[in-house]
């Protein structure tokens, strides 16, 4: 049997995408709040120049909102060693979560290691 080769972060690399995980988390909530507090303000103001802004402005939180899945998805595929690189995961959130979880999983290493089969001969 030949050797499974699979790809692992170092603690850098898996620090970095729980950083980005939690930030990411944390600034969804905020986008749909900030949202959601916008499209209700829309609703309640009589002014129609005033209320089409705050409903175009909703939208735009909602779409910040909905980046930020991906900053996730990529972080867990690093976390879970099925990514094919590090960089998008870590280019990615740096440009939508933030720059630290993004540096952290830049520096980190996402090496192939090799994981020796177990035979039991009885």
Known sequence: MQPKKTKEPDNLCKAGCIVTIVFAAILIV???AK???ALVQAHIVSNVYYSTNAI?????W???ALAQIASILLAVFVLNGKASNH???GV???????IIGGIL?????YEITAIEPVINVE
């Open 105 to 109: 999983i830049l520096v980190g290493k």
């Open 35 to 37: 949202g959601a507090n």
């Open 56 to 60: 175009v402005l909703g939208i735009i």
């Open 87 to 89: 960089i998008a995961a």
């Open 62 to 64: 909602f779409c910040f």
């Open 30 to 32: 905020t986008f749909i």
């Open 92 to 98: 990615v959130s740096i440009i939508f979560t933030g």
